[in-house]
Each structure stands twice: as structure tokens, then as C-alpha cells.
Nanobody
Framework: QVQLVESGGGVVQAGGSLRLSCAAS????????MGWFRQAPGKEREFIAR????????YYADSVKGRFTTSRDKAENTVYLQMNSLKPEDTAVYYC????????????WGQGTQVTVSS
């Protein structure tokens, strides 16, 4: 069983930066790929980033490529999402999720953290 807790959300002006953290419990966490998603009001949940279990490979949605970076610290059991050059359209609840099978099926989810970007 893996529990995920996101933190680091808040209100920031357009052009600013935030770093989200996703702290995981459970010894198998280091073997799981991790993903970041977001959901804006009235919209479907959107994939934004993924990092493999090793941390060597990362993948991003076109909407955030070049602005967001995900990384992981296995010693701290934490995954990060560094968000730069934020835009009002980045406003959403952000979730981290764990993929225990490596098939891009996410079976553990955090509770989400709100990010609001003001113009």
C-alpha cells in the first residue's frame, strides 16, 4: 500500500514559480513510476508529467513542456514538480499518482493541492 501526500500549492502571479512535492509512504515506492495530473474546474483530469522508477526518464504534456520539470528523491521518498513561467491556464488542482505495474495505469493517488495563477 502506498499513500501519497501533495504539498506546495498556493497562489502565484503569472510568470512566477512553484514547486510541488509528493511525499510517499510504503517501501515499494522507489520501484514505481510516478505521474502528475491536474484538473481545472469544469474540465477533465489532464496528464502533465511522468517520471520512471529510476528517475532517468521523464515525459511531459505539450502544454507544460519546457516550463515544468519533475524529479524524484528516492532517499526522501518524494517526487517533485517544479513549475516555472506559470500561466493563468495552469490554475487547477494538481495530483500525484503512482504506477505500480509500469503500464501507465495509476493505482494510487494523492488528495491534490490547489494551484492558482493570477493574471
Amino acid at each position: 500500500q502506498v499513500q501519497l501526500v501533495e504539498s506546495g500549492g498556493g497562489v502565484v502571479q503569472a510568470g512566477g514559480s512553484l514547486r510541488l512535492s509528493c511525499a510517499a509512504s510504503g517501501r515499494a515506492f522507489s520501484d514505481y513510476a510516478m505521474g502528475w495530473f491536474r484538473q481545472a474546474p469544469g474540465k477533465e483530469r489532464e496528464f502533465i508529467a511522468r517520471i520512471t522508477w529510476s528517475g532517468r526518464d521523464t515525459y511531459y504534456a505539450d502544454s507544460v513542456k519546457g516550463r515544468f520539470t519533475t524529479s524524484r528523491d528516492k532517499a526522501e521518498n518524494t517526487v517533485y514538480l517544479q513549475m516555472n513561467s506559470l500561466k493563468p491556464e495552469d490554475t487547477a488542482v494538481y495530483y500525484c499518482a503512482a504506477d505500480s505495474s509500469g503500464t501507465q495505469t495509476y493505482d494510487y493517488w494523492g488528495q491534490g493541492t490547489q494551484v492558482t495563477v493570477s493574471s
